[in-house]
């Protein structure tokens, strides 16, 4: 059974950090490129940052440009996004999402299989 499970997630004050990770089970994410998303109260899910099956290419929305880092470890079948100098209107659901492609988008119709997401709330 394909799974993603995302961690990390939590309660931060302004201009924090947090690492979110999404780690996969039943499946191997060599063949996969990863998408996060996020979601806030009231708003549509929008893309926040992707990464290729290999890890060479990233994207990211302009919003989290130079805040936000994606990365990953296929040997530990775990992607990560480095979170720093957070701000309350980064508080939503992040979601992490696979696509058996090479390369990542941040639609999310491009994605297949998705987690259940992590609260990440930014808050004094």
């Known amino acids: 059974q394909l799974q993603l499970v995302e961690s990390g997630g939590g309660l931060v004050q302004p201009g924090g950090s947090l690492r979110l990770s999404c780690a996969a089970s039943?499946?191997?994410?060599?063949?996969?490129?990863i998408g996060w998303f996020r979601q806030a109260p009231g708003k549509e899910r929008e893309g926040v940052s992707c990464i290729s099956s290999r890890g060479g290419s990233t994207n990211y929305a302009s919003s989290v440009k130079g805040r936000f880092t994606i990365s990953r470890d296929n040997a530990k079948n775990t992607v990560y996004l480095q979170m720093n100098s957070l701000k309350p209107e980064d508080t939503a659901i992040y979601y992490c999402?696979?696509?058996?492609?090479?390369?990542?988008?941040?639609?999310?119709?491009?994605?297949?299989?998705w987690g259940q997401g992590t609260q990440v709330t930014v808050s004094s």
């Open positions: 999402a696979a696509r058996p492609r090479s390369w990542g988008t941040l639609f999310d119709d491009d994605y297949d299989y």
């Open positions: 039943g499946f191997t994410l060599d063949y996969y490129a």
